[in-house]
Protein backbone atom coordinates (compact mmCIF):
# COMPACT_ATOMS: atom_id res chain seq x y z
CA UNK A 1 0.00 0.00 0.00
CA UNK A 2 3.02 2.10 0.89
CA UNK A 3 6.48 1.44 -0.62
CA UNK A 4 9.39 3.98 -0.10
CA UNK A 5 12.07 3.91 -2.49
CA UNK A 6 15.32 5.40 -2.09
CA UNK A 7 13.92 8.57 0.11
CA UNK A 8 16.40 11.39 1.34
CA UNK A 9 15.76 14.54 2.79
CA UNK A 10 18.51 16.79 3.95
CA UNK A 11 18.87 19.94 5.96
CA UNK A 12 20.97 22.30 5.19
CA UNK A 13 22.86 24.51 7.24
CA UNK A 14 25.28 27.32 6.52
CA UNK A 15 26.75 25.42 3.38
CA UNK A 16 26.31 22.20 5.35
CA UNK A 17 24.22 19.39 4.51
CA UNK A 18 22.91 17.20 7.31
CA UNK A 19 21.35 13.83 5.30
CA UNK A 20 18.81 13.62 7.96
CA UNK A 21 17.47 10.50 5.93
CA UNK A 22 19.71 9.05 3.46
CA UNK A 23 18.04 6.86 0.60
CA UNK A 24 15.36 5.14 3.22
CA UNK A 25 13.57 2.46 0.96
CA UNK A 26 10.55 0.32 3.05
CA UNK A 27 6.99 -0.74 2.49
CA UNK A 28 3.95 -0.83 4.80
CA UNK A 29 1.05 -3.52 3.60
CA UNK A 30 -2.50 -2.57 4.00
CA UNK A 31 -3.58 -3.67 7.83
CA UNK A 32 -0.13 -4.19 9.17
CA UNK A 33 1.92 -2.15 11.72
CA UNK A 34 6.03 -1.20 10.76
CA UNK A 35 7.75 -0.25 13.91
CA UNK A 36 10.80 2.90 12.79
CA UNK A 37 13.06 2.42 15.53
CA UNK A 38 16.25 4.46 16.22
CA UNK A 39 18.29 6.66 18.39
CA UNK A 40 17.47 10.25 18.68
CA UNK A 41 18.68 12.20 15.95
CA UNK A 42 18.56 9.06 13.71
CA UNK A 43 15.83 10.59 11.03
CA UNK A 44 12.75 9.05 12.16
CA UNK A 45 10.85 11.86 12.69
CA UNK A 46 12.16 13.53 9.18
CA UNK A 47 11.07 10.37 7.68
CA UNK A 48 7.70 10.96 8.91
CA UNK A 49 7.39 14.59 7.56
CA UNK A 50 8.99 13.45 4.44
CA UNK A 51 6.38 10.61 3.48
CA UNK A 52 3.10 13.49 4.08
CA UNK A 53 6.06 16.32 2.53
CA UNK A 54 5.99 18.25 5.74
CA UNK A 55 9.16 19.66 5.35
CA UNK A 56 10.23 23.25 4.82
CA UNK A 57 13.35 25.25 4.77
CA UNK A 58 16.07 24.49 5.32
CA UNK A 59 15.24 21.16 4.51
CA UNK A 60 14.59 19.54 1.47
CA UNK A 61 13.37 16.27 0.26
CA UNK A 62 16.20 15.34 -2.09
CA UNK A 63 15.20 12.56 -4.05
CA UNK A 64 13.20 9.50 -3.78
CA UNK A 65 9.26 7.91 -4.60
CA UNK A 66 6.96 7.50 -2.05
CA UNK A 67 4.26 5.33 -3.94
CA UNK A 68 0.71 5.64 -2.16
CA UNK A 69 -1.37 2.63 -4.05
CA UNK A 70 1.47 2.97 -6.84
CA UNK A 71 0.95 6.67 -6.85
CA UNK A 72 3.85 8.97 -6.16
CA UNK A 73 3.00 11.23 -3.25
CA UNK A 74 6.15 13.47 -4.25
CA UNK A 75 4.65 14.26 -7.28
CA UNK A 76 1.26 15.54 -6.39
CA UNK A 77 0.40 19.11 -6.70
CA UNK A 78 0.10 20.85 -2.83
CA UNK A 79 -3.72 21.15 -3.75
CA UNK A 80 -3.90 17.22 -4.31
CA UNK A 81 -1.52 16.06 -1.37
CA UNK A 82 -4.48 18.30 1.16
CA UNK A 83 -6.57 15.04 -0.06
CA UNK A 84 -4.39 12.60 0.82
CA UNK A 85 -2.85 14.85 4.37
CA UNK A 86 -5.04 13.99 7.08
CA UNK A 87 -7.75 12.12 5.20
CA UNK A 88 -5.70 9.36 3.60
CA UNK A 89 -2.47 9.48 6.08
CA UNK A 90 -2.91 10.86 9.12
CA UNK A 91 0.26 11.53 12.06
CA UNK A 92 0.20 11.52 15.53
CA UNK A 93 2.83 13.44 17.47
CA UNK A 94 4.64 13.17 20.79
CA UNK A 95 3.08 16.13 22.56
CA UNK A 96 -0.95 16.89 21.86
CA UNK A 97 -0.24 20.46 22.69
CA UNK A 98 1.08 20.82 19.21
CA UNK A 99 -1.97 19.50 17.25
CA UNK A 100 -4.68 20.58 19.60
CA UNK A 101 -5.40 24.50 19.83
CA UNK A 102 -6.05 25.61 23.28
CA UNK A 103 -8.36 28.36 22.15
CA UNK A 104 -11.01 25.71 20.83
CA UNK A 105 -13.52 23.31 21.89
CA UNK A 106 -12.16 19.53 20.94
CA UNK A 107 -15.59 18.88 19.34
CA UNK A 108 -14.85 22.05 17.52
CA UNK A 109 -11.42 20.92 16.27
CA UNK A 110 -12.74 17.45 15.36
CA UNK A 111 -15.42 18.69 13.61
CA UNK A 112 -13.57 20.97 11.50
CA UNK A 113 -11.30 18.30 10.48
CA UNK A 114 -14.31 16.36 9.92
CA UNK A 115 -15.98 19.43 7.81
CA UNK A 116 -12.46 19.99 5.93
CA UNK A 117 -12.15 16.58 4.49
CA UNK A 118 -15.62 15.10 4.07
CA UNK A 119 -17.54 18.23 3.11
CA UNK A 120 -19.79 17.10 6.20
CA UNK A 121 -22.49 19.94 7.21
CA UNK A 122 -22.14 21.15 10.81
CA UNK A 123 -24.26 18.95 12.32
CA UNK A 124 -23.22 15.74 10.64
CA UNK A 125 -19.47 16.98 11.46
CA UNK A 126 -20.44 17.73 15.54
CA UNK A 127 -21.99 14.13 15.35
CA UNK A 128 -19.19 11.92 13.90
CA UNK A 129 -17.00 13.92 16.18
CA UNK A 130 -19.05 12.67 19.04
CA UNK A 131 -18.71 9.37 17.67
CA UNK A 132 -15.08 9.62 17.39
CA UNK A 133 -14.31 10.33 21.23
CA UNK A 134 -16.45 7.04 21.71
CA UNK A 135 -14.62 5.32 19.40
CA UNK A 136 -11.32 6.22 21.54
CA UNK A 137 -13.19 5.25 24.66
CA UNK A 138 -13.38 8.67 25.79
CA UNK A 139 -16.03 8.13 28.91
CA UNK A 140 -19.49 10.67 28.11
CA UNK A 141 -18.38 11.79 24.83
CA UNK A 142 -21.22 13.86 24.23
CA UNK A 143 -20.69 16.23 27.05
CA UNK A 144 -16.79 16.11 26.82
CA UNK A 145 -16.99 16.80 23.33
CA UNK A 146 -17.66 20.44 24.49
CA UNK A 147 -14.37 20.76 27.07
CA UNK A 148 -11.38 22.71 26.11
CA UNK A 149 -7.79 20.36 25.59
CA UNK A 150 -6.89 21.43 28.72
CA UNK A 151 -9.74 20.33 30.54
CA UNK A 152 -8.38 16.53 29.78
CA UNK A 153 -5.75 15.01 31.21
CA UNK A 154 -2.32 14.20 29.31
CA UNK A 155 -3.32 10.62 28.27
CA UNK A 156 -6.89 11.55 27.63
CA UNK A 157 -5.26 14.83 24.97
CA UNK A 158 -3.69 11.96 23.60
CA UNK A 159 -7.00 10.23 22.99
CA UNK A 160 -8.80 13.24 21.24
CA UNK A 161 -5.68 13.71 19.27
CA UNK A 162 -5.96 9.70 17.67
CA UNK A 163 -9.83 11.05 17.34
CA UNK A 164 -8.77 13.72 15.50
CA UNK A 165 -6.26 12.14 13.19
CA UNK A 166 -8.95 8.83 12.58
CA UNK A 167 -11.58 11.62 12.26
CA UNK A 168 -11.54 10.59 8.20
CA UNK A 169 -10.77 7.34 8.36
CA UNK A 170 -7.12 7.38 7.12
CA UNK A 171 -5.58 4.47 5.77
CA UNK A 172 -2.71 5.29 7.42
CA UNK A 173 -1.69 6.56 10.89
CA UNK A 174 2.02 7.25 11.24
CA UNK A 175 2.22 7.62 15.44
CA UNK A 176 5.74 9.72 16.27
CA UNK A 177 6.53 8.80 19.94
CA UNK A 178 3.26 9.08 20.82
CA UNK A 179 3.54 7.85 24.34
CA UNK A 180 7.14 9.27 25.49
CA UNK A 181 5.03 11.72 27.80
CA UNK A 182 3.13 9.66 29.48
CA UNK A 183 3.51 7.74 32.41
CA UNK A 184 3.86 3.69 31.82
CA UNK A 185 0.41 2.88 32.48
CA UNK A 186 -1.24 5.65 30.72
CA UNK A 187 1.34 4.80 27.84
CA UNK A 188 -0.32 0.82 28.33
CA UNK A 189 -3.49 2.34 27.82
CA UNK A 190 -2.67 4.11 24.91
CA UNK A 191 -0.76 1.76 23.19
CA UNK A 192 -4.00 -1.31 23.69
CA UNK A 193 -6.03 1.57 22.16
CA UNK A 194 -3.92 2.03 18.84
CA UNK A 195 -4.06 -1.57 18.36
CA UNK A 196 -7.83 -2.27 19.25
CA UNK A 197 -8.20 0.43 16.63
CA UNK A 198 -5.68 -1.04 13.88
CA UNK A 199 -7.91 -3.97 13.93
CA UNK A 200 -11.46 -2.25 13.82
CA UNK A 201 -10.61 -0.08 11.43
CA UNK A 202 -8.03 -2.38 9.69
CA UNK A 203 -5.47 0.42 9.97
CA UNK A 204 -1.77 0.16 8.44
CA UNK A 205 0.19 1.85 11.50
CA UNK A 206 3.91 3.19 11.16
CA UNK A 207 5.04 3.48 14.64
CA UNK A 208 8.08 5.61 15.32
CA UNK A 209 10.26 5.21 18.60
CA UNK A 210 13.48 4.15 20.17
CA UNK A 211 11.75 1.53 22.35
CA UNK A 212 12.70 -1.99 21.18
CA UNK A 213 9.92 -3.23 23.44
CA UNK A 214 6.71 -0.98 22.26
CA UNK A 215 8.02 -2.15 18.96
CA UNK A 216 7.60 -5.32 19.64
CA UNK A 217 4.37 -4.85 21.43
CA UNK A 218 3.05 -2.98 18.90
CA UNK A 219 4.16 -4.13 15.14
CA UNK A 220 5.02 -7.45 13.09
CA UNK A 221 8.12 -5.51 11.39
CA UNK A 222 10.17 -2.65 11.79
CA UNK A 223 12.86 -0.78 9.87
CA UNK A 224 15.89 0.21 12.41
CA UNK A 225 17.50 3.53 11.57
CA UNK A 226 21.05 4.88 12.30
CA UNK A 227 21.90 8.25 11.22
CA UNK A 228 19.86 8.34 8.72
CA UNK A 229 20.13 5.17 7.10
CA UNK A 230 18.05 1.95 7.12
CA UNK A 231 20.27 -0.29 9.09
CA UNK A 232 18.05 -3.27 9.70
CA UNK A 233 14.56 -4.55 7.91
CA UNK A 234 12.73 -7.32 9.63
CA UNK A 235 10.45 -9.09 11.68
CA UNK A 236 10.55 -8.06 15.16
CA UNK A 237 11.40 -11.06 16.71
CA UNK A 238 13.93 -11.61 14.33
CA UNK A 239 15.47 -8.53 14.88
CA UNK A 240 15.72 -8.97 18.82
CA UNK A 241 17.03 -12.92 18.29
CA UNK A 242 19.80 -11.81 15.65
CA UNK A 243 20.53 -8.38 15.37
CA UNK A 244 22.96 -8.10 12.48
CA UNK A 245 24.67 -4.75 13.34
CA UNK A 246 25.95 -3.66 16.70
CA UNK A 247 23.78 -0.54 17.09
CA UNK A 248 20.77 -3.03 16.89
CA UNK A 249 22.49 -5.08 19.79
CA UNK A 250 23.01 -1.90 21.55
CA UNK A 251 19.46 -0.44 21.25
CA UNK A 252 18.23 -4.07 22.53
CA UNK A 253 20.42 -4.39 25.04
CA UNK A 254 19.82 -0.51 26.76
CA UNK A 255 16.03 -2.42 26.66
CA UNK A 256 17.32 -4.97 28.61
CA UNK A 257 19.11 -2.53 31.18
CA UNK A 258 15.49 -0.94 31.38
CA UNK A 259 13.52 -4.00 31.81
CA UNK A 260 16.17 -5.48 34.82
CA UNK A 261 15.62 -2.24 36.43
CA UNK A 262 11.93 -2.35 36.94
N1 LIG B 1 14.17 21.62 11.15
C1 LIG B 1 15.42 21.16 11.15
N2 LIG B 1 16.45 21.97 10.84
C2 LIG B 1 17.72 21.52 10.81
N3 LIG B 1 18.07 20.24 11.09
C3 LIG B 1 17.09 19.38 11.39
C4 LIG B 1 15.72 19.79 11.46
N4 LIG B 1 14.96 18.73 11.80
C5 LIG B 1 15.83 17.70 11.96
N5 LIG B 1 17.10 18.07 11.71
C6 LIG B 1 18.29 17.21 11.77
O1 LIG B 1 18.02 16.00 11.10
C7 LIG B 1 18.55 14.87 11.81
C8 LIG B 1 17.43 13.90 12.13
O2 LIG B 1 16.51 14.48 13.05
P1 LIG B 1 15.12 13.82 13.42
O3 LIG B 1 14.37 14.82 14.21
O4 LIG B 1 14.50 13.29 12.20
O5 LIG B 1 15.57 12.59 14.35
P2 LIG B 1 14.69 11.61 15.25
O6 LIG B 1 15.16 10.23 14.94
O7 LIG B 1 13.25 11.91 15.05
O8 LIG B 1 15.16 12.00 16.72
P3 LIG B 1 14.31 11.97 18.10
O9 LIG B 1 14.26 10.55 18.55
O10 LIG B 1 15.13 12.81 19.03
O11 LIG B 1 12.95 12.56 17.85
C9 LIG B 1 19.24 15.44 13.03
O12 LIG B 1 20.60 15.58 12.73
C10 LIG B 1 18.60 16.80 13.21
O13 LIG B 1 19.48 17.70 13.82
MG1 LIG C 1 11.72 12.55 16.39
Not at 92 to 100: E, G, H, R, V
Amino acid sequence: MLEVKGLSTSFYQDEVEVKAVNDVSLSVASGESLGVVGESGSGKSTLALSLLRLIYPPGKIVSGEVLFDGQDLLKLSEPEMIKVRGARISMIFQDPFTSLNPVFTVGYQIAEAIALHQGANRKQAWSKAVEMLETVRIPHPALRIRDYPHQFSGGMRQRVMIAMALACRPEILIADEPTTALDVTIQAEILKLLKDLQKELKLSIIYITHNFGIVKQMCERAVVMHLGKVVEEGRIQEIMDNPREAYTKSLIDSLKVLNDRS
